[in-house]
Nanobody, 122 residues
Framework: VQLQASGGGLVQAGGYLRLSCAAS????????MGWFRQAPGKEREFVAA???????YYADSVKGRFTISRDNAKNTVYLQMNSLESEDTAVYSC?????????????????WGQGTEVTVSS
């Protein structure tokens, strides 16, 4: 499975961005798609995940501001990010998992795309 993330950029605090992650290859083998982020000098952290069924998971820090969705026909997952804060500045990466036991753990994901950088200016 290959993943291609896009949509990052520079935005002012309070603004919005939509990230996309296009999957190709053996996409039928994936059960869940997730977004993770890593800020400079910090550990990678979970942002959001969505199961093939559409069930979603969010980190507390983004709940109510971010929305993850998927278009199975296009094999694409989106992350709509609203009310962005400077703390959201990070490199965002998408990932795919075949049989995750913990949708919030990056260790459970089998495939990773390259990151897309999000910078929120205050």
């Amino acid at each position: 499975v290959q993943l291609q993330a896009s949509g990052g950029g520079l935005v002012q605090a309070g603004g919005y961005l939509r990230l996309s992650c296009a999957a190709s290859g053996r996409t039928f083998s994936t059960n869940a798609m997730g977004w993770f982020r890593q800020a400079p000098g910090k550990e990678r952290e979970f942002v959001a995940a969505i199961r093939r069924s559409g069930f979603t998971y969010y980190a507390d820090s983004v709940k109510g501001r971010f929305t993850i969705s998927r278009d199975n026909a296009k094999n694409t997952v989106y992350l709509q990010m609203n009310s962005l804060e400077s703390e959201d500045t990070a490199v965002y990466s998408c990932a795919a998992a075949t049989r995750p036991l913990n949708y919030r753990s990056g260790d459970e994901y089998d495939y990773w795309g390259q990151g897309t950088e999000v910078t929120v200016s205050s």
